[in-house]
């Protein structure tokens, strides 16, 4: 529960994070980047489950980085659903999914740094 817990407060700080660097990406304050955390990951978990086994061939060909365009998609749509929560354009979208991609990867290379640590 608790690991859960730091997953969802990394996942927020990650989008606050993202906000003050990609323009068209805004994130109005900390309790908006909580609730959009939540909504990403279910519609992660539905919609864009179901889109990426439906692109699976097109994200095989890409070397995996239409699902970067999925993701965009995804930041999109939840930021019509979540209040405070803006993405104003594609771009601004699939630049965001991308910053939180290298993000996610950073707090997972740190996560197994600090866990080998004795």
């Known amino acids: 529960m ?8 990394l996942n ?7 906000s003050h660097f990609v323009q068209g990406f805004e994130v109005s304050n ?4 909580f609730i959009a955390v939540v909504v990403i990951g279910l519609l992660n978990a539905t919609l864009g489950l179901f889109l990426k086994i439906i692109t699976l061939p097109l994200g095989i060909l890409s070397f995996g980085l239409f699902f970067l365009v999925i993701n965009a998609v995804i930041l999109w749509f939840s930021s019509k659903l979540v209040p405070g929560f803006a993405v104003t354009t594609f771009g601004a979208a699939f ?10 990867l950073l ?8 866990k080998t640590q004795p």
């Open 30 to 33: 900390v309790v908006s980047a």
């Open 2 to 9: 608790l690991r859960l817990l730091l997953h969802w407060v």
């Open 107 to 114: 707090f997972g290379f740190f996560g197994r740094a600090v």
């Open 12 to 18: 927020a700080l990650a989008l606050l994070v993202v």
């Open 95 to 104: 630049l965001g999914a991308l910053a939180l991609a290298v993000l996610h």
